[in-house]
């Protein structure tokens, strides 16, 4: 926290500059105020206010915080509002905070959070005239205000000075505004920081880390591995605590690329850096007279560190060979205790992260074996960043398809496909995309002894691969009928582990994409039924590109009406209409296209399992199309007339979309109004 403590020292001045600003109305005016906006609305409409909204604002910062949506929502409430100088008046007796952005951290949002809501009744929207003298009204934040009336109309809050209410019953949609000349402070608060204060007379762990200049580098990785706050809480802890050469011959063990804290600047290494502070920490307090031989919980989950007996004093043991011994004990803190050493301790994990320093990558690893090598081609040809990715800090688990696993796979997909390099389209690319990342399991690295017989395991491509345990050892089920064989498992690498298989494993999401991919658009199904030839000549003699729409990638529904039902539409239409090609004029086209796009429904491929009985569908030419399914399951498609058509055919499922065949030419009111 930002010497929240010095609060306390500037309130006999805050009081001073509230009780002059009380005095004063230059905040005093209009607002603007209206039953039909809420109150925060009702702020953010006032500049006199506008700090209001940045507090809560900011106080929204925090997870879990959402008082802009509480003050939005029905209410009642009743809100006393303070003034932008009120704020600005807190702001000023507040070292490093001359704005409310600078309430950056969780516990200073939380602070500011209580505060805020100590401005809030919940439940009633009090006006003026039902305040009375003396009246106790509890806040949202859980205590109580004290309504004083003297003339005017004061708040009495935990301090001794009350604030003005300078603008009353400002009205909104859930509830009521009162302008106040003063922040109201809770007991909370100031009891919260009258704790601090006291804290601060004997100083935390991290103070006296930064105090202690042999320290400076368990204060500089303490701050990157961002335990400031943890090691600065209530406790009690104690810390072993190592000295600055400690540290940096650690960093000597860890070679060239660790010159100092400052190349801990992966997520994985700061994560690592976090552990290793951890392990020193035990959560309570050892002074150097209670120590004992034997293994010592610390902070880090699941880890303990050894006291060994050595002559007439104590080691400390760790995942290494290499003990610490201790140079200074029983250093008192607020807090805890520390006692410095004279070696960086290491639990089991950062042993691991050295010794995988040496390992390579997944895509290293399969760079450097031959029968991986179409692999390797398949994630540069994919062009999704998968080689970047499996470069990454992981870890991830990858089923890795040997060279000939994929030529089967070519040989599979037809004469279209004689290499990897045949996948050339954006399509193509995505479709490889998914097939590679359908062998990479992320978050975890899982080595054969791992793996239990059924196991279903989600990959990285979304959908799920089962593991099979039989007497031809490991296999991987997908969504095929042919198991693939892990051919080789556990090659380590530093970033996850690969199993190479004998067959591309292939999700259910691809082998309907290679089905969509060999299927025709509804343009192409069109032209190739005979029934459908009008409806082809119709959509060509419009000429206003709907061909083209229609052979695009939708999804489409499109209900398409048969040549009986356009010969019968041009004999209702009389003698100018012999064929569709007398849909000559500019007009007559635009009735046209109102005709057909009446039969597209856009951004949705609806089967009729999905239609339902008295539904109403909007077409892409804005007018509804309402479904009627007979008792008999005959569905039937309502227009603007007096005549329904009757799906024919159902389910013509095409790339883009799927096709109804119906028996009438479906009109929207407009064409019925334009004929």
């Known amino acids: 926290m930002k010497k929240m403590n010095r609060l306390l020292n500037f309130l006999p001045i805050l009081f001073i500059v509230l009780i002059s600003l009380s005095c004063s109305d230059d905040d005093d005016g209009d607002i603007i105020q209206s039953n039909d906006i809420t109150i925060v609305e009702t702020a953010q409409a006032e500049d006199a206010l506008s700090s209001l909204v940045s507090a809560l604002t900011t106080a929204d910062n925090s997870e879990g915080t959402d ?43 939380e602070i500011l959070t209580t505060i805020l809501t100590y401005h809030v009744v919940a439940g009633v929207a009090a006006s003026s005239t039902d305040l009375t003298n003396g009246m106790m009204v509890t806040t949202v934040q859980g205590e109580d205000l004290t309504i004083n009336i003297d003339g005017d109309v004061y708040i009495d809050d935990a301090t001794e000075i009350d604030a003005k209410v300078v603008i009353a019953d400002v009205e909104a949609s859930n509830g009521v505004v009162h302008v106040i000349d003063k922040v109201l402070l809770p007991q909370a608060i100031i009891d919260a920081l009258n704790d601090e204060d006291d804290e601060m007379e004997n100083g935390t762990l991290v103070d006296i880390v930064v105090a202690t200049e042999p320290l400076s580098l368990l204060e500089a990785a303490i701050i990157k591995a961002d335990l400031v706050t943890t090691l600065s809480s ?122 995988n320093m040496q390992l390579k990558t997944i895509v290293d690893t399969a760079i450097a074996t031959d029968d991986l090598s179409l692999l390797v081609d398949a994630l540069i040809q994919a062009d999704a960043g998968l080689v970047g990715t499996l470069n990454g800090d992981g870890p991830f688990t990858v089923f890795a398809p040997t060279n000939a696993a994929f030529a089967d796979l070519l040989d599979t997909l037809g004469d279209n496909f004689n290499s990897l390099a045949d996948f050339d389209t954006d399509e193509e690319k995505a479709l490889l995309t998914k097939v590679l990342t359908y062998h990479v399991i992320a978050g975890t690295a899982a080595f054969s002894t791992d793996l239990n017989n059924g196991q279903a395991i989600e990959t990285f491509q979304g959908e799920n691969i089962t593991i099979v345990l039989s007497d031809n050892g490991v296999e991987i089920m997908d969504a095929t009928e042919i198991n693939a064989n892990v051919a080789l498992a556990d090659v380590e690498a530093s970033n996850g582990v690969v199993h190479v298989i004998d067959k591309v494993i292939l999700p259910q999401e691809v082998l309907d994409m290679l089905a969509a991919m060999n299927m025709k658009t509804i343009v192409e199904i069109a032209v190739e039924t005979d029934d459908l030839s009008l409806l082809v000549d119709a959509l060509v003699q419009a000429d206003a590109g709907l061909v083209e729409t229609l052979s695009g990638d939708g999804p489409f529904t499109v209900f398409a009406p048969t040549n009986a039902a356009f010969v019968a539409l041009l004999d209702a239409l009389g003698e100018d209409y012999n064929s569709l090609a007398d849909f000559d ?91």
Request: proline letters at 3%.
């Open 234 to 355: 209530d406790g009690p802890f104690t810390v072993f605590a190592p000295t600055d050469d400690a540290f940096v011959a650690l960093l000597d063990i860890l070679g060239d690329e660790y010159n100092s804290l400052d190349d801990f600047d992966t997520t994985e290494e700061i994560a690592l850096l976090k552990d290793i502070l951890l392990y020193h920490v035990i959560t309570a307090e050892v002074a150097s007279t209670d120590l004992s031989a034997g293994p010592v919980t610390t902070a880090l989950a699941d880890n303990s560190i050894e006291v060994i007996t050595s002559e007439d004093t104590f080691v400390i043991g760790d995942a290494s060979d290499i003990d610490a011994n201790i140079t200074g004990v029983d250093i008192m803190a607020s807090n805890g205790i520390a006692h410095t050493i004279d070696k960086v301790l290491l639990p089991q994990t950062a042993i691991d992260f050295v010794m």
């Open 67 to 109: 008082l802009i949506g509480t003050l939005s929502s029905d209410g009642p409430f009743t809100v006393f509002a303070p003034t932008n100088d009120a704020f600005t008046s807190l702001l000023n007796q507040l070292d490093d905070f001359d704005s409310l952005s600078d309430f950056d951290t969780d516990e200073e949002r």
């Open 585 to 675: 004029t500019e007009a007559e086209k635009e009735l046209l296209v109102t005709i057909l796009t009446y039969h597209v429904v856009a951004n949705t491929a609806a089967n009729a399992a999905d239609l339902s009985d008295g539904q109403s569908i909007t077409t892409f030419q804005g007018e509804n199309v309402g479904i009627n399914i007979k008792e008999d399951g005959t569905v039937h498609v309502e227009d603007a007339s007096e005549d329904n058509a009757t799906v024919v055919i159902a389910d013509v499922e095409a790339s883009n979309g799927v096709v109804h065949v119906i028996n009438k030419v479906l009109l929207p009111q407009a064409a019925l109004d334009a004929l």
